[in-house]
C-alpha cells in the first residue's frame, strides 16, 4: 500500500507540502498540487476521507437505507430520490443509495458501525420494523421516510394517508359513485406491515363506513398480470363496482386494460383514480390516468434536511410531518353511470 | 469525539480487548462483544471501516457511479441494479449507488480520492466521457456499463446495438414491413454523445439502407406527451410508415396512444416494437407491447464480477463484452397490412 511518502518521492515534494496541498492547512502553489494529484493517482493512493473521517467524526456522506431493490425506483420514489440528492449536495453533502437485502438489519448494523455515513435516511418503513429498533439504541442520526405503529418520539415525515384517501372519496362521491373498490398492495406488504398498504387501506374501510358506502377491498401483486386477474375478478364477482382506487402502479395498467378489454367504458362506465402516483405515470396510460401525485420531492428534501440539522445540532427538535397526495384530475375518472355530472370538489 | 479508551472505560474492558473483538484477532467472549457492542452504540463511536480501510486499503465497497438520476431507474436500469447488488454481497461486497450531479468530473474525482470505495462500476457512459479519461489516469479498478467510443483497453460491457437492430428489423421485415422509421431518444442525449442513441441510429441507417428501405429517424424527448407529439407529426408528413422501432419507454406508451386515437389500429395498420426495454415494461402497455428486452441482469452480474477480480487480481484480464436485446414477441406487431403474414424469424 502506498503512502504519504511515497507520495511525496513521487511528487518530488515533502510530506508536509502533500499534506498542506490535502487538508487545505497551509497555501499550495496550484502546480505542486497538480503534481501531488498525478502522483496520488499513479500510486492509488486513497487517503483523504477516511483520514478526515477519523480526525473529525464527519465524512459529509448520508445513506439512503431501502429494502426491496427489486420493487424498483419508479415514479414515487425516483423524485424523492432525486429531491434528496440534491438537497444534501446543496449542504455540501453527498447522498448514496445503500440497497440492503434479505439480511436488512445486519447490514444496517454494519453501516452504522462503518463509519463512513454521518447519518442516515430510511425508507420503506414498517409498522414494526426491526431496524427502527436497532437505530433507536446507536448515536448515528435518521430520519424515517414513512413511520412505525408507535412513532413517539422518532423524527419521520410520511404521506397523509387519511387525508388522501378522503381526497380520493371526496373526488369520486363528488361525481356520483357509491359503489367504489380499493386495488391496493400485495397480500404480503399487508402482512409485512408495510406502512401505506396498512394505513390506505384502515382509512378507506374508516371512511366509506363514515358515509355508509360498502367497503370493497382487494389486494395484488405488483404486477400488470396481477392487476388484470384482480379486476376481472373483480366486475365478476362484483358488477355494481363503478369506481376503482388504486395504489399500486403496474396493476392499474393491468386493471384498466382488463376493464377496457372486458367491455367497460373508462370513465363513461368504471373511473378509476390512482393514488401515491404521479402525473408522470399517469400519462404513460391511455385514457391518460387521474392520479393523486405522492409528494415525493418534499418529502426527500424534507428527510435530508431533518438529517443534516440532527448532525449539526444534536439536540435540534425532532421533525413529525405529514403531507397528503396531491389530485390531477384527468381522463379516468368521470361521473358514475346514470348519475347527471356534478363537479367534484378538488377539481382544479 | 469517542474514542476507543472511552468504549473500553463504558464497557469495562481494556482497549485491546475492544480491537480484539473488532477485529477477531484474538478471541473475546460473546458477552464481552455485546458489551463493547453497547458501549459503541451509546458513544456514537464508529471506528471499523475507517480504520480497517486505512490498515488494508481495502474497505469492500463498490459505487455505482450514475448521472441524471432524473432519468429514473425503471426497467432495465433497475434489473441492472438489482443483479449487481446481489453479485456484490455475493463476494462479500457492498455496492452502493453514488448519484453525480452537473460536476460528474469534479465528483468522480472526489469519490475516487476519498478511498472509500475498492472499485467502481460506470453507467450512462457516453462516447467522449471525460469521467473515463479521469480513471483511466488513477489506480482504482472500474468497468465500464456501455463504451466509449474508443474503447480500446479498456474494461466494459454493453448492449451489442448492431445485432439487436438486426433482430428488430428481421423480425418486422419478417412480418412483410418495407416503411420501418425509428423514434428515438432526445436530440440533447444524440448531442450528448450518449451511446445507445448513437449507436442504434447508425445501425438503423447502415441496415435499412442494405435492405434499400428508406431509413426515417426522429427524436423524442424522454415522455409520454413528446412521444404523442412526435408521433402525431410522422404519421401525418409520412403516413405509409407501417412500423416504428422505439427506443425510449415512456415515449413510446405516448405514441401508441396517438396512433390508436388518431385511428390507426395497432398492429393491424401499425406494428410497434421497443427495443432496449423490458417485458415488465412491455406488460404496462395496452395492448401489450412487443419488446427487445436489455440484458440488465447480465450486464450488472458481469460488471461487478469484472471490477471484482480486477480489485483482487490487479492484472487480471480487461473483459469487454457485447450482449444483444432478446426479442418478446407480444401484441403490438402483426403483419403489415396487405401482406399476407409470415411467421417472423425470431419468434419463439
Known sequence: MATMNDVARLAGVSASTVSYALTGVRPVSEATRERVRVAMDQLGYRPNALARGLASNRTRILALLFPAIERGLGGTALEFVTAAAETAREHGCHLVLWPTGDDEVGETHELVHQGLVDGLVVMEVKLDDPRVDLLRSTATPFTLIGRTARPDGLPYCDIDFELTVRGALDHLSGLGHEHIALLSHSEASLAAGYGPTV?????????TSERGLPALVRHCDESADAGRAVAADLFRTHPEVTALVTMNDDATFGAVAEIVEGGRDVPGEVSVLSVVSSPRVGALSHPRLTTMA????????????????????????????????????QATTGPAPGTHAHTPPGTP
Not at 418534499?298 to 397528503?324: A, K, M, N, Y
Open 199 to 207: 394505513r390506505v387501506q384502515k382509512a378507506f374501510e374508516q371512511q
Open 294 to 329: 405522492a409528494p415525493g420531492a418534499e418529502l426527500g428534501r424534507l428527510g435530508v434536511e431533518s438529517v443534516i440539522t440532527r448532525v449539526e445540532q444534536g439536540d435540534s427538535p425532532v421533525v413529525r410531518e405529514l403531507i397528503p397526495c396531491r389530485l390531477d384530475a
